[in-house]
């Protein structure tokens, strides 16, 4: 167990008994590319995480070590000031304290171990959780609490200044995630609440593609937020009280359509069509009606592939498996698109036979051998017992 793996290493070699934080991962049930369109998301915390112990030193430097993917250590002076790391986690951090100096916050000296079980570029977060426990830890070992909101857009500034331009429903996932519900969040306000899941006799499973995301992928991204930035121009001719997608109705586009192209308008529809499949997700989730949420996700999954036109011919194959047996209820893609995951909800009667299924049907029809991650629903952020 990770937990205890990083607590003991930390014991046997800093001498003293930590404070432990843990950070979740986070799935997305419904709610794609919504989020930088001021729209809804449906994300989740999950029982996969990254686990950090650490006490505070009085030298004036922050010393960390890593069992994440290969064993590093990195020390930070408290200043901030450092040169560009060659491991990924050192960059986030780096950001991070650069960031708290900026903002004359209080650091203080830190010993810390980290290490965590979330597969790393599987489309569950794992930056978000790295950024979001590193700041929560440190709030603890300095002793000067941050709001979880503050946390939250320290953590995404990070992400910006190395490079990734991210929306806040990762921050907000890892941080106010709830055991056994979704977190329902509005990105034009960040109003948030929770949903409960009340899908008892049904598992949540990630099966992972295997496809790696390519090179195009941003350039592709771009492209999509382009289109949508078409549509809200074109619609603002005549309602220019308008700002995003949020706000632009079906009957809006509607009106646009003979001088528009043809393309924005089906990427628009889709973020608007969007919208309601997280609405109306949570209606399902709430009454407990396992066969509307398993419908939603497969609507989600088809408009992603022919209207947004993000998915992979790996990716349907997946769900096209999964339509084709009798326990599995529902699959997307999760994620950004053009690789990675899906998420199924599955009877648990029928979990291990169904998934089985899918991975020899898979790999019979393109030859990769997929992956597969049970998912509990945790806890945000939250120090470990």
């Not at 995480?49 to 010393?63: L, P, R």
């Not at 960390?64 to 990195?74: A, G, M, V, W, Y």
Request: net charge negative; hydrophobic share 35%; proline share 2%.
């Amino acid at each position: 167990m990770v937990y205890k793996k990083v607590t003991s290493y930390f014991k046997e070699h800093y001498n003293s008994t930590p404070i432990v934080i843990k950070a979740p991962g986070r799935i997305n049930l419904i709610g794609e590319h919504t989020d930088y369109n001021e729209g809804l998301v449906l994300p989740a915390s999950i029982e996969k995480g990254i686990y950090f112990a650490v006490s505070s030193t009085e030298i004036d430097s922050i010393c960390i070590e890593t069992f994440l993917t290969q064993p590093e250590k990195i020390e930070f002076k408290l200043n901030g000031k450092h040169e560009k790391y060659n491991c990924f986690w050192g960059n986030y951090f780096k950001a991070i304290i650069e960031i708290l100096v900026s903002e004359n916050y209080p650091l203080k000296g830190m010993n810390c171990v980290f290490g965590g079980d979330i597969p790393i570029g599987s489309g569950l977060s794992s930056s978000a959780a790295l950024c979001c426990g590193f700041i929560y830890a440190i709030t603890k070992v300095s002793e000067k609490d941050l709001s979880r909101e503050k946390i939250a857009l320290i953590a995404q500034k990070a992400e910006h200044k190395i490079g990734l331009n991210c929306g806040l429903m990762d921050q907000y996932a890892v941080l106010f995630g709830k055991k056994g519900n979704a977190l329902f969040l509005d990105c034009k306000d960040l109003s948030h609440q929770f949903i409960p899941i009340n899908l008892e006799g049904y598992s949540w499973v990630l099966i992972n593609s295997n496809i790696k995301h390519n090179l195009a992928v941003d350039s592709e991204y771009n492209k999509r937020r382009i289109s949508c930035e078409n549509i809200v121009r074109e619609v603002q001719q005549n309602k220019p009280e308008i700002n995003s997608l949020r706000d632009v109705t079906l009957k809006d586009v509607q009106n646009i359509t003979e001088h528009s192209d043809a393309i924005d308008i089906k990427r628009a529809k889709y973020v608007i069509e969007e919208n309601e499949r997280v609405l109306q997700m949570m209606k399902a989730l709430t009454k407990g009606d396992a066969e509307g949420v398993g419908n939603i996700l497969k609507e989600g999954h088809w408009a992603m592939s022919t209207q947004y036109e993000i998915t992979t011919s790996e990716l349907d194959a997946l769900v096209k498996l999964g339509e084709g047996l009798e326990g599995v209820m529902g699959s997307r893609m999760m994620g950004g698109g053009f690789g990675g995951c899906t998420i199924n909800l599955i009877q648990t009667t029928r979990l291990e036979s169904s998934i089985s299924s899918i991975l020899e049907a898979y790999k019979n029809k393109t030859t990769i051998d997929a992956e597969y991650y049970h998912l509990a629903i945790d806890d945000g952020v939250k120090m470990v017992q």
